[in-house]
Every structure is written in C-alpha cells, then in structure tokens.
C-alpha cells in the first residue's frame, strides 16, 4: 500500500513543472525540515523545475536552510501544493492552497482532511521527515549531505531522541540507512537541537520553580508574556523545551499556556506519556497526535476548562492503572 503511493507522489513530481511545499504554522524542526529536505531533494533531481520551499522563517531553524518568497498568484501553468507535516488546510502557512492545480499531503498526523488523491498518511511514522526518507530511497529522488543532514535531525527532534513510543524498528532501519549512504557525522550534529543560550537555561529553571501538579498527574504552567519578555526568549521556547520534562514520576501528561503577544493567540501544547491527549485536543479546535498535541485560543477563559479536561484524562488514566492490577 505504502509502496503505491510513494510511485503516486512520485509521478506527481515528474508531472509539475512548477511545485510548491508548504508545512503547519508555528513550524517544528520536523516541519521545516521535511519540507526543505524535499524541495532540495527535488531541486537536485529535476534542475529545470521551480519548486519552492514556503512559511514564515524561524531564526532558531535557519540551520535547515533558507525558504522562499513566493506571490503564488503569479505562478505560471499547472502548479502542485505539497503540505509536509500537517493534519489539516487551516494550518498551512504562507500559501493560499486553493489557486493551486493540485495539492496533497505527507503526514504522520490523524488524519483530519483529505488534500488530495496522493495524500500519504502514516501515523506509525515517528515523523514526517521520516516518511521523507523513505519516499527517497524508494523513488529516483536524489539526496546529497545537506538533504540527509536535515532529515536526521527532523527525525530526532519529533521521536525526542527516538524516545517516544511511535519510534519503532524501521524508524531505526531508516536512519541506519541515511547514515550509511551518506557518511553524516550525526554527533557533530546535536548541538543545532540542543545548544541553549544562558537565558533559556535559566528560563527553564523558571519552570521547574513554577510547575503546577495536580492530584491526578497532570503538570501544567501558564506562561504570560511578561515572564518570557523577562528572560528575554520568545513564544516559540517553551514549546521547543517541553520534552525535557516528560521524566517527572507520578506525572502522566503535562501543558505549557504561552501567550504569544505577536499574535495574540494562547498557545497550549500538550504531551503525555500515558492519557490519550489529542480527543481533548480538538474538543477545543486543536489536535494533534494521542500523546503529543497543541491548541491555539484567543479566548484565555478556555484555559481553565482545557485543564480541568486533562486533569480528567489522567485521572480516567490512573483509574485503568488499578484496574490492571
């Protein structure tokens, strides 16, 4: 079945001259990276097409690459939309999907909505760059260093250092493959994920101080702006550190609140290491994976009802525990 719709995709990208890969808002290591990735990988493949790699830039990304500036109202002749890691149209940034040709998309999300008849959908994925490489191994499409540079660090960025419990053998097979055709150095490589300047060292300590545990395990933090003007990080960081705190005992999932005064939108991400999060999720317009998901809000009164929800899908979790036993 896999197979099928990797020889779809890929005839796909033979067909257009002219391809456009976009990915979700608020844009991930995975999301930036598969979609550069691909645009470069097919860059290389096929020189004489434009393919163009779009959405708002993140500085703390720009080792991926640079994106394009695009107006697609002005592309010419028949023009594909690739949306790389996201679950539905409303959160694909910086492209209007409905003057395009054709669009579908490659994902690892629950699927939402359908794109188009290429859609490639695979939840067991780790991540969207993972399903990247094998539509390169399994396709003409070239890959160099940078190509499999990227990938790898998308990879490890969505598993949390192969951590997660949707990594599995062949997300391991695939990597072992990108390293062995390639010859990356993927040590040298942790510091663009890892590396924290002394102000988001000492902002994570500011949330370990101030986590909020609930009786029924669900730790959570609400994060004004006014904290984050304070260590001087942006709305973006408390979403780039929340795995770091998937260790504490007796905690079953746990929520970072950060307001983003750019934008005036609450951004709410949620992880869990047990409770099915994602129902909850879109109950409130989010969504996401079942232990790994985001809400936007404009209205901060939601907040108090989305954390007493969680707090009840970890109690309804803890309640199973005993029943196991």
Not at 28 to 34: F, G, K, M, N, R
Not at 176 to 203: A, P
Request: aromatic residues 10%; proline residues 2%; charged residues 25%.
């Amino acid at each position: 079945m896999i197979n099928n719709v990797i020889r779809k995709i890929f005839k796909k990208i033979k067909q257009y001259d002219t391809i456009v890969i976009a990915r979700h808002i608020s844009p991930d290591p995975d999301a930036i990276a598969s979609q550069i990735s691909l645009r470069d990988s097919i860059r290389l493949t096929f020189p004489k097409k434009k393919v163009y790699a779009v959405g708002a830039g993140v500085a703390k990304f720009k080792y991926f690459g640079t994106l394009d500036k695009i107006d697609e109202t002005t592309l010419e002749g028949n023009t594909l939309l690739i949306a790389c890691d996201v679950p539905n149209k409303s959160r694909i940034d910086g492209v209007d999907s409905s003057v395009f040709t054709e669009m579908f998309k490659i994902d690892h999300h629950p699927s939402d909505e359908v794109f188009g008849d290429c859609d490639w959908v695979d939840e067991s994925s780790s991540s969207a760059c993972q399903m990247i490489i094998e539509l390169l191994f399994k396709t003409p499409l070239k890959y160099d260093r940078k190509v499999a540079e990227n990938l790898f660090l998308g990879v490890v960025s969505d598993s949390d250092r192969f951590l997660l419990s949707y990594t599995t053998s062949r997300t391991f097979s695939l990597v072992s493959q990108l390293i062995d055709k390639t010859g990356i150095n993927f040590v040298e490589l942790y510091h663009y994920l890892y590396d924290r300047n002394i102000n988001e060292i000492k902002f994570h300590g500011y949330i370990s101080e101030n986590l909020n545990v609930t009786e029924n395990g669900l730790a959570y933090i609400n994060i004004s702006s006014d904290i984050l003007n304070k260590y001087n990080v942006d709305a973006a960081t408390p979403s780039n550190m929340i795995n770091d705190f998937s260790n504490i005992k007796d905690v079953y999932a746990w929520v970072f609140i950060t307001y983003d005064e750019k934008n005036s939108i609450y951004k709410i991400n949620i992880r869990s290491k047990g409770p099915v999060i994602n129902m909850t999720a879109a109950k409130y317009g989010g969504g996401g994976h079942k232990m790994a998901s985001g809400i936007r809000i404009k209205d901060e009164s939601m907040i108090s009802n989305i954390i007493k929800d969680l707090d009840l899908d970890c109690l309804k979790y803890k309640e199973d525990l005993v029943k196991d036993d």
